[in-house]
């Protein structure tokens, strides 16, 4: 065989494997989980006994791509993304307040990666009105200004029955004392 013979077949095999379809990359992706639970003592980290809540939602956008997970009976969410910078925010059920900050950033850089957000809330207050409150005079600690009459429960009683112990006291040790000279 002559080595034009050679040539021509090295360049056909080398054009055709140039040419070839190849199969399109699978997009590498990773993974977002964690928990939105009931933080009892309002520390933002959960602690043990502290219960997951469920039907929470969960953000994810990054760019032009959200979506939105719910939590699951235990509080549990797991959310796959591809490669990149997310931002994750949990928006509670109703009648619950996020505990410390409803946002964080997950930053995704290889495949199969998992990183684990946790999100605290706890019960949202039931009433929006400040219990109401009850005036105190101010012309005199613990009496009232109608009647001059100590308040109940006040130490004012108490503070004239020491009053009254001392000036006896006091009276009691003046007729017991020896005469000047």
């Known amino acids: 065989m002559s080595?034009?013979?050679?040539?021509?077949?090295?360049?056909?095999?080398?054009?055709?494997?140039?040419?070839?379809?190849?199969?399109?990359?699978a997009q590498e992706n990773g993974f977002v989980s964690g928990v939105?639970?009931?933080d009892a003592n309002g520390n933002g980290a959960r602690d043990p006994?502290?219960?997951?809540?469920?039907?929470?939602?969960?953000?994810?956008?990054?760019?032009s791509n959200a979506a939105t997970e719910v939590t699951n009976t235990d509080g549990t969410f797991q959310h796959t993304t591809p490669l990149g910078t997310w931002t994750v925010t949990v928006v509670p059920p109703a009648g619950y307040q996020v505990v410390g900050?409803?946002?964080?950033?997950?930053?995704?850089?290889?495949?199969?990666?998992?990183?684990?957000?946790?999100?605290?809330?706890r019960l949202a207050q039931l009433a929006t009105n400040p219990p109401p409150t009850v005036p105190v005079p101010t012309n005199t600690p613990g009496v009232?200004?109608?009647?001059g009459a100590p308040v109940?429960?006040?130490?004012?009683?108490?503070l004239a029955l020491i009053a009254a112990f001392v000036a006896?006291?006091?009276?009691?040790?003046?007729?017991?004392?020896?005469?000047?000279?």
């Open 3 to 25: 080595y034009r013979f050679y040539l021509n077949v090295t360049l056909l095999v080398a054009l055709g494997l140039l040419l070839y379809p190849r199969p399109a990359r």
């Open 36 to 38: 939105v639970f009931l």
């Open 49 to 63: 006994g502290e219960i997951g809540v469920a039907n929470a939602a969960v953000n994810f956008a990054s760019g």
């Open 101 to 121: 900050a409803p946002a964080a950033t997950a930053n995704i850089t290889a495949q199969n990666q998992n990183l684990e957000i946790n999100f605290g809330v």
């Open 144 to 147: 009232l200004p109608q009647t």
């Open 152 to 158: 109940t429960g006040s130490s004012v009683l108490l």
């Open 168 to 181: 006896g006291v006091a009276l009691v040790i003046s007729a017991w004392a020896p005469p000047r000279k």
